[in-house]
């Protein structure tokens, strides 16, 4: 087993975190994530992206359905 360490910038950090909890199941052993600034865990400060975005495009009226077709057809040209 090896070990990785990298240093990434605010900006980034939620992609990241998205990316290596998605790898965690199968990939990574053991995720530990440590915050230079005080170094506690940036579990406890990670913001929940999906609880504070949800509902923003329901006065939007955008049918799911057509939405996903629109996206599909963008990639078969």
Same mark, same amino acid.
């Given at each position: 087993m090896q070990t990785i360490q990298f240093k990434v910038n605010d900006e980034y950090i939620q992609i $990241? @975190? &998205? @990316? @290596?909890? *998605?790898?965690k199941? *199968? $990939? $990574?052993?053991d995720l530990s994530i440590v915050n230079d600034d005080n170094k506690k865990p940036l579990e406890k400060k990670e913001i929940d $992206?999906? &609880?504070?975005t949800a509902g923003v495009l329901s006065s939007k009226n955008i049918d799911p359905i057509k939405w996903q077709n629109d996206m599909r057809d963008e990639w078969d040209r």
């Open positions: $990241i @975190l &998205s @990316l @290596l909890k *998605g790898m199941r *199968g $990939i $990574i052993k $992206i999906f &609880s504070k």
